[in-house]
């Protein structure tokens, strides 16, 4: 596929479990971004990463959440001890690096619902 | 994180252009523009991006004020498919500068 692939579309999960969400980048971005966007509100940065390692995770809200890249390719953001207020859509997105003059790529997202 | 201002709600009617402006009077040099658009149920999508110069492309134009300190996108002929949340976001070269800071955006309405 081209673009920025997220899997599942749709999660729903009981309050307490745990979740993995996947993100599949464009074949060859190094950088790669997580964010996390409630009804009616922008997207919330969370942690992009260069390659295998976490630039920047300064909007991990708290230690339940926790972000991957093993291989500097796939992405798997995970959630410990789930929340009825951790239910948003959260959004993954690619790019070749981090120069700022490079656009973005956003995949459609994933939806959790925890109930 | 440098902020911008925007308008939250915009309204136009079909085949007219539309001016989104954006305020960002804290920019830094180094502080790129950029503008994404999130259509219903969609992840955000890219615009547009600029430094200095106004800038042209396939979907949008980008005017950048002389000091820098306002930008505004130009849709120069609207259509439906154009409703979406228009974001202006200021992206930086210094580490942890780098990442796309997202406010509540421009809701644009387009009118048959």
């Known amino acids: 596929g081209a673009g920025v692939s997220q899997t599942p579309s749709n999660k729903v999960t009981e309050k307490g479990k745990y979740v993995e969400l996947r993100c599949d980048p464009i074949?060859?971005?190094?950088?790669l971004y997580w964010y996390r966007q409630s009804l009616g509100q922008g997207p919330e940065f969370l942690i992009y990463f260069q390659g295998t390692g976490a630039a920047d995770d300064s909007g991990l809200p708290n230690d339940r959440f926790f972000a991957v890249r093993p291989e500097g390719s796939v992405s798997t953001l995970k959630i410990q001890r789930t929340e009825r207020g951790d239910s948003a859509v959260y959004l993954c997105a690619s790019s070749p690096g981090l120069h700022t003059g490079t656009e973005a790529f956003f995949g459609q997202g994933t939806r959790l619902t925890v109930v | 994180d440098a902020k911008t201002t925007q308008p939250n709600s915009m309204e136009s009617n079909e085949e007219e252009p539309v001016h989104l402006p954006c305020n960002h009077s804290?920019?830094?040099?180094?502080?790129?523009i950029h503008w994404y658009r999130q259509l219903p149920s969609q992840g955000p999508e890219y615009v547009i991006h600029?430094?200095?110069s106004n800038v042209n492309n396939r979907m949008a134009s980008l005017a950048i004020a002389e000091d820098r300190k306002s930008s505004t996108l130009i849709l120069h002929r609207a259509t439906l498919r154009d409703a979406a949340v228009y974001y202006c976001i200021l992206r930086g070269l210094i580490q942890g500068a780098q990442k796309l800071v997202f406010g509540q955006g421009t809701r644009l309405t387009i009118n048959p």
């Open positions: 600029g430094l200095t």
């Open positions: 074949s060859g971005h190094t950088a």
């Open positions: 804290t920019i830094s040099g180094t502080d790129y």
